[in-house]
């Protein structure tokens, strides 16, 4: 008997697996797996959440027209360039639903974000994985991987999981070097966290060319992830075509009111940036002091890399965290096994992981 089969390719995609979140036995566990806010989202935000739970019977309004508008007042942008997204994963699927297919390639970092060959692979493109110089991207092994079917190239400025980022020299450099035809979408999920003179989120490439695309979300700094909200900011062709192939009402309207809340509370933002640099650093200096080396993040993680032997490796360190009811990221999908990613959370907790990592380490 036949039964329907998917497109070919389908099933050769390993789907995304997520941070964990539970752990059996452990009541609150602290979960430092998905890159999550350490505060929590904006008071405000959360009382335009409710706000609006009695207006949930109504559709939500399509075109986002106020959030636009208060994102593009926040940064100084075209509310007209801007399309949202339910997450900058939806921006991510339908950048390649429109500009990719069966037989072009999507080009990205070896380490970059998973969602971009992922999401390469349900349109049928080819992902193509550019080497990394210290877990960074490598502008010019990008450029030299180039071809006439590639379609876009995806960064992570900074990068998940590795925590490293470009400069805006570097990014530039990378996008002079590409066709004109070749879309740069410069996803810049952690920008808010960032604290390097060199560093630019993207908005100004855009700007001044026709095949760039800046993505940002509400899901890190502003802690909206649960609500799945992100924007794209485009040229006009892109936005375009961008909102032909969204659907409608992508963005549900409680969603829309947080968002509004949220990039108007500048105050929570700047809260959430200095506790990421203090504890960040904090953290960072405590792992080091153990022995394990980290790559240099910008972000609001750590990728620590752990020793080889069988008692202190990543996966011994995994278990042993789990058993202390702490939740950390294991780094196998992206090939980097020896490694774990730890997300900064409240000052308490970052405690907790370095003392209980510091058992870890110094356990006979
Ligand atoms: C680099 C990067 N891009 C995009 C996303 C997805 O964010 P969103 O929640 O907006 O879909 C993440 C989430 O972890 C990320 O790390």
């Known amino acids: 008997m036949t039964t329907p089969q998917p497109r070919p390719g389908i099933l050769d995609i390993s789907p995304y697996i997520g941070g964990e ?25 959360m009382a335009a959440y409710r706000a609006l739970a009695g207006e949930i019977y109504r559709y939500p309004d399509g075109g986002a027209e106020e959030l636009r508008e208060a994102i593009g007042r926040r940064h100084g942008l075209d509310p007209a360039r801007i399309v949202c997204g339910a997450g900058s994963d939806e921006l991510i699927t339908l950048l390649l639903r429109s500009y990719a297919g069966p037989g072009d390639e999507v080009l990205y970092s070896r380490h970059g974000f998973l969602m971009y060959p992922i999401n390469a692979q349900t349109v049928g493109a080819t992902p193509v994985a550019a080497p990394e110089r210290a877990l960074t991207a490598d502008v010019d092994a990008l450029l030299e991987r180039v071809t006439e ?19 805006a020299a570097e990014m530039a450099r990378l996008h002079a070097g590409l066709p004109s035809s070749v879309v ?27 095949n760039v695309v800046l993505l940002r979300t509400f899901s890190k700094i502003y802690a909206l992830a ?7 900011y ?8 961008l909102n032909r ?16 809340a949220a990039v108007e509370d500048v105050a929570a933002v700047e809260r959430a940036h200095a506790h990421n640099q203090h504890w960040l650093a904090w953290f960072s200096g405590r792992l080091a002091a153990l022995g394990l080396s980290l790559t240099p993040s910008v972000a609001n993680f750590v990728l620590a890399r752990f020793p080889d032997d069988l008692a202190r ?40 992981v370095a003392a209980t990592l510091d058992d870890f380490m110094t356990a006979r």
């Open 21 to 45: 979140a539970k752990i059996e036995g452990v009541e609150r566990p602290i979960r430092l797996a998905s890159n999550e806010s350490a505060l929590g989202p904006s008071p405000k935000a």
């Open 313 to 352: 490796n990543a996966d011994a360190a995994f278990s042993f965290l789990q058993r202390h009811g702490i939740l950390t990221r294991k780094m196998g999908a992206y090939g980097l096994p020896q490694y774990l990613r730890i997300s900064i959370g409240t000052g308490a907790e970052m405690e907790r």
């Open 226 to 232: 649960g609500l799945r909200l992100g924007w794209a």
């Open 184 to 210: 740069l979408a410069i996803d810049a999920a952690y920008a808010e966290f960032v604290n390097r003179n060199d560093y630019e989120p993207g908005a100004a490439l855009v700007d001044r060319a026709e």
């Open 149 to 167: 079917r590639t379609r876009i190239v995806f960064i992570a400025n900074p990068n998940n999981p590795t925590g490293t980022y470009l400069g």
């Open 234 to 241: 485009c040229p006009p062709a892109i936005a375009d075509v």
């Open 245 to 260: 192939m969204r659907s409608p009402f992508n963005i549900n309207a409680p969603a829309l009111a947080a968002g509004v």
